[in-house]
């Protein structure tokens, strides 16, 4: 059993005083809604059924921060991308903003604000719905997109890779404007208490683009992205989907506190290039072992991935490799944190 709650735990840590675990991330969004009975729109639907599913995340499983999505979305929407919502699962773009990087001067930028934001609205209220219903126990993580994947809203994404290469002028001006979007986002989630911007850049992977594109055209928009968090005295994590152990050192260079690995990427490679710098979170498999595996792989794999990082929560944080599929049975989920604790007890320094 938990000795202390998820805020307490980072505050012990902070301050350099012994806690009861190492911390443990669950990236659970989409399972959440299980726990509540809902569909994943049904829980997306309001701040209210937001902050419910979340709570009942916290209550049920007791990790360390619940995960709120701001999905580049709810501001595309406003500038006349269309998107096509499923009963159960994230919504999809169906028609985008831009159908070239030469008309980018005709989107409608004013419309882009708090007061029309429908998605920006809904995770700052829910925030302080699940502050209050846990009496602040609980770090939230406000995931937003990373200025690359961002303007991947706006235009298709085939069409920005092949703006790296033909229209590199139209896409800095993009990626400029989007980021001027992206830091009114943080002005507003930045009035929070107890939360955390994690930054996803999807767009960004070494699976997608090369590392020189990655250095030219999202590394420098998502530095200064950061930067900006940081003036606002937040903590800011990146997650990159797919194979990133070429960039490592250019993530370093954005300068955020974590980095999180997806499951492709070998550990101790990201350890030798990052657990100096910034602090590792990963990389348990999401579909391999939370939803197809079972409690004993699962076991076996934190065990092993603790032997691998150690359990210094400054250099190693443990979390799974990305979003844990709604479909992944619950007693995975029990079976991932009952070993966080059992092996995370010792905090390595």
């Given at each position: 059993m938990d000795q202390m709650t998820a805020v307490e735990r980072y505050q012990a840590l902070k301050n350099g005083q012994s806690v009861d675990r190492a911390p443990v991330i669950l990236y659970d969004n989409l399972i959440a809604a299980k726990l509540v009975g809902m569909t994943y729109q049904e829980s997306e639907s309001s701040a209210e059924a937001l902050a419910k599913k979340l709570v009942a995340s916290y209550q049920t499983f007791g990790h360390d921060a619940v995960s709120l999505i701001y999905s580049t979305k709810n501001f595309t929407k406003l500038l006349g991308t269309k998107v096509k919502v499923a009963e159960d699962a994230p919504a999809s773009v169906s028609r985008y903003a831009l159908d070239d990087l030469a008309d980018l001067d005709c989107l409608p930028y004013d419309a882009v604000h708090f007061d029309n934001d429908l998605g920006q609205q809904k995770v700052f209220q829910a925030v302080k719905i699940i502050q209050e219903e846990t009496d602040g126990q609980v770090y939230c993580r406000i995931h937003m997109p990373a200025p690359f994947t961002a303007a991947a809203g706006l235009i298709a994404p085939e069409k920005l890779l092949r703006a790296t290469r033909k229209q590199k002028d139209e896409l800095n001006d993009l990626l400029s404007r989007v980021l001027v979007i992206l830091k009114d986002v943080v002005d507003q989630f930045s009035q929070l208490e107890g939360t955390?911007?994690?930054l996803s850049d999807p767009v960004a992977s070494g699976s997608l683009i090369s590392p020189r594109v990655y250095r030219q055209f999202a590394q420098v928009y998502t530095q200064e992205l950061v930067n900006y968090i940081h003036q606002k005295e937040s903590f800011v994590a990146l997650h990159i989907c797919g194979q990133t152990e070429k960039i490592l050192a250019d993530v370093v260079e954005t300068g955020v506190d974590a980095f999180s690995v997806d499951q492709v990427v070998d550990l101790t490679k990201a350890k030798e290039i990052l657990a100096d710098h910034l602090q590792v979170q990963g990389n348990i498999?999401?579909?391999?072992?939370?939803?197809?595996?079972?409690?004993?792989?699962?076991?076996?794999?934190?065990?092993?991935?603790?032997?691998c990082m150690g359990t210094d929560p400054m250099r190693f944080v443990l979390a799974p490799g990305?979003?844990?599929p709604a479909e992944s049975p619950l007693e995975n989920i029990h079976a991932y944190m009952d070993a966080a604790r059992r092996f995370g007890q010792v905090i390595s320094k």
């Open positions: 955390y911007i994690s498999a999401p579909v391999d072992l939370f939803w197809q595996g079972n409690p004993q792989s699962i076991s076996r794999a934190v065990e092993a991935t603790y032997a990305c979003d844990v």
